[in-house]
């Protein structure tokens, strides 16, 4: 029984920033990575950021030095600050852990970029 408390979605203007974060409990034994999804309407679910356990980072074209991916390893928790936004980046995010070899997923938060 894994938990993915998430929250700082939102409205707000383009150009504008705004930052989200993941917090997870329960039965986490390892973690492998965390990281961020999203899912525009009428869209699959993209791979927006992802951190390792040791740091390492990746992040999608799109988003890539607009967007900064962060954890706090003794929390659990990962964070994904925004910078920049564009109506573009409307969308649903979805928060994922990869632990125990398993997966786990948020129920998404939801980020609007008015223009």
């Known amino acids: 029984q894994v938990q993915l408390v998430e929250s700082g979605g939102g409205l707000v203007q383009a150009g504008g920033s705004l930052r989200l974060s993941c917090a997870a409990s329960?039965?986490?034994?390892?973690?492998?990575?965390m990281g961020w999804y999203r899912q525009a309407p009428g869209k699959q679910r993209d791979l927006v950021a992802r951190?390792?356990?040791?740091?390492?980072?990746n992040y999608a074209d799109s988003v890539k030095g607009r967007f900064t991916i962060s954890r706090d390893n003794a929390k659990n928790t990962v964070y994904l600050q925004m910078n920049s936004l564009k109506p573009e980046d409307t969308a649903v995010y979805f928060c994922?852990?990869?632990?125990?070899?398993?997966?786990?997923w948020g129920q998404g938060t939801l980020v609007t970029v008015s223009s």
């Open positions: 951190i390792t356990r040791t740091g390492v980072t």
């Open positions: 994922n852990l990869n632990y125990n070899g398993f997966y786990a």
């Open positions: 329960g039965s986490i034994f390892s973690v492998n990575a």
